[in-house]
């Protein structure tokens, strides 16, 4: 069922769809975008990924590294419907690209490996889906490989997932005999010839029909327990659902989260993506199903609803340098934009014009006449946007809350290999960053090096890569560094600071007893007062907290971020003309860090929760390859005749591991890391 819609369409916001592609790496979310479009004919020719011909894996590297590295938006028409594609990198160094993609989609589609199931980024994905409250539908793919299995796949998604899943699709057939599905909300057959044609709708097989009609049943009860309408009816005289009472239900659960609809498939057969958007269309939300996006302005929350006629407001998500100019990628939220308009950045208080709006199809750009609430296009013309810039009406502004951008954690120096290349290399890293706000760029106070930090070794891998290509410059790259951080294991309690600076003028002066002890099994910094009798005024009682924070920027054990501890102010004394803000901030950073010094600190590293699948005949060398770097293994299992192994190792052990693996497992062992946290590190030896 093929729809076409012409790109400079005005589509209704009830008709759009503005979907993500989740899911760990290599379960095949590439390659259901990819069916995508040509199950919709916005393709005519399918793309596959080993020969690097897919539309969303556009890049040079991409195409070489065979993984997504880049969010890449495509649309396309189904029944009626505008559907915004973003396919989002699996791999855990670009989840930053996901976080972005998350905040301005409605909906997704969650894709899992029918062998594997829920795997440690999948799990990830899918948590960061939830604090954004995005509704999502699950498709189990891959279900013609040996070992698939649906229901495995679903009790994953049931065990490490937790939501309800509602099991829409009995397969026909397994592993290299499955050829289609059983719609159990439909009761009928769907069976996709061997050449990936449209399927052949039929009755159910009468070997399947006892299962489909057990399955089925399972289903209704489990709505039914769910949904207080669903189980009036279930309850009532048919007991059981019509068809249209379970398609509803199936909706309003999607909608609130109370269930995930589960699909299945096999993307790179083309069997199964009909029916995905289908469910697509018919559960996930439109822009009018998601609540009002809340911004602020003076001060005050304001509210824009998914409105062509209200005013102008967009987030950027995503902005890229190409041949032709620099792209903007926006969700405008409310409002209509045409090309020549005016647009206002509350953030930088500038005014720019939009030179021109494109329908974005990954590498490839439509020229758009204009965009309404609830699309997702690209601009041209604005040049201080950023990813997290809010562009709105000059007459109704309103600043959106923007993303935000996860902390490094690993960190290489970077330089141009030529003196005359430094101004070229700083342009490039400024461009860079402002591409990915997951980058740093800062220079090194002792060794006046210039540091790229990161999410990841592949992530700086990328971005020096990025720096190299389209003629840049030649830079030298130092070994990569993690980012350690400082805590307390034993504070000190009631240390004295006055700070007394006496000029020809107004002095300074301001006194302080600070506590300081650690945050037990926690990150971050807590400040309370304990003061009593107003002998520190409440405004100075910030302003000493301010100064803590000050201080937290470096450590007394090597100038690192300190984390992990509770300041309390318990006593203090101001002076009648010499005490001020200034005074007190001032007593609260230099009180910290002499009270550092006289606790008990250690330094904390990094650590990555690592799955390693690997032959059996090769687990007793990778787990001694894991021990040598101090990893801590804690779960071993068996899938599909290779060992899986999950252990937690410091990231700085992590360094050159792919190669070590490859080498280990003659080709054969992989493995994904996923952060977890902070440890400290071991003592020197001796």
Partial sequence: MRAELHPNSV????????????????????????????????????????????????????????????????????????????????????????????????????????????????????RQADRHGVPRIAFVNKLDRAGASLDAAVESIRTRLHPAPLVVQLPIGAEDGFTGVVDLVGMRALVWPD????????????????????????????????HPAALEEFCGPAGRLSDGTLRAVLRDLTLTGGGVVVLCGSAYRNRGIEPLLDAAVAYLPSPLDVPAVRGTHEGAERRRA?????????????????????????????????KGDTVWDPATGRGERVARILRVMAGRHEPLDRAVAGDIVAVVGPKSARPGSTLCTPDAPLLLEPPLAPEPVVSVAVEARRRTDTGRLAQTLARLTEEDPSLVV????????????????????????????????????????????????????????????????????????????PLEHEAGFVFRSAVTGGR???????????????????????????????????????????????????????????ALRECAMVLLEPVAEVVVTVPQEAVGGVLGDLAARRGRVTGTAARGGA??????????????????????????GTFTTRPTGYTPTPPPTP
């Fill in 11 to 126: 589509t209704s916001p009830a008709a759009v769809r503005n979907l993500g592609i989740l899911a760990h790496v290599d379960a095949g979310k590439t390659t259901v975008t990819e069916r995508i479009l040509f199950a919709t004919g916005t393709i005519h020719k399918r793309g596959e990924v080993h020969d690097g011909t897919t539309v969303t894996d556009f890049d040079p590297q991409e195409r070489d590294r065979g993984i997504t590295i880049f969010a890449a938006a495509v649309s396309c028409a189904w029944a009626g419907h505008r559907v915004n594609l973003i396919d989002t990198p699996g791999h855990v160094d670009f989840a930053d690209e996901v976080e972005r993609s998350l905040r301005v989609l409605d909906g997704a589609i969650a894709v899992f490996d029918a062998v594997a199931g829920v795997e440690p980024q999948s799990e990830s994905v899918w």
């Fill in 536 to 594: 520190v005024p409440q405004e100075y009682v910030r302003a000493v907290e301010a100064g803590c924070r000050d201080a937290l920027a470096e450590g007394p054990l090597g100038g690192h971020p300190v984390t992990g501890l509770r300041v309390t102010l318990t006593d203090g004394s101001t002076h009648v003309k010499d005490s001020s803000d200034t005074a007190f901030r001032t007593a609260g950073r230099l009180g910290l860090r002499e």
């Fill in 442 to 517: 800062r220079t090194d106070s002792e060794t006046g090096q210039t540091v790229l930090s990161g999410m990841g070794e592949l992530h700086l891998e990328v971005a020096v890569e990025k720096i190299r290509g389209a003629g840049g410059p030649e830079v030298a790259v130092g070994r990569p560094r993690v980012a350690l951080r400082e805590t307390v294991v034993r504070g000190v309690t009631g240390f004295v600071h006055r700070h007394v600076h006496q000029t020809g003028g107004a002095g300074q002066f301001a006194h302080v007893v600070l506590d300081v002890e």
């Fill in 195 to 226: 050449d990936g044609a449209t399927a052949v709708t039929g009755p159910v097989p009468d070997g399947l029909r006892a299962e489909a009609e057990r399955r089925r049943r399972v289903l209704e009860e489990t709505v039914a327990a769910l």
């Fill in 306 to 338: 998914a409105d062509p006629e209200g005013p102008f407001a967009a987030l950027a998500f995503k902005v890229t340098a190409t041949p032709t100019g620099r792209l903007t990628h926006v969700r405008v939220y409310s409002g209509t934009i045409e």
């Fill in 643 to 668: 060992a899986v192994l999950t252990a937690t190792v410091p990231l700085a052990e992590l360094f050159g591991y792919a190669t070590r693996l490859r080498g280990r497992t003659r080709g054969r």
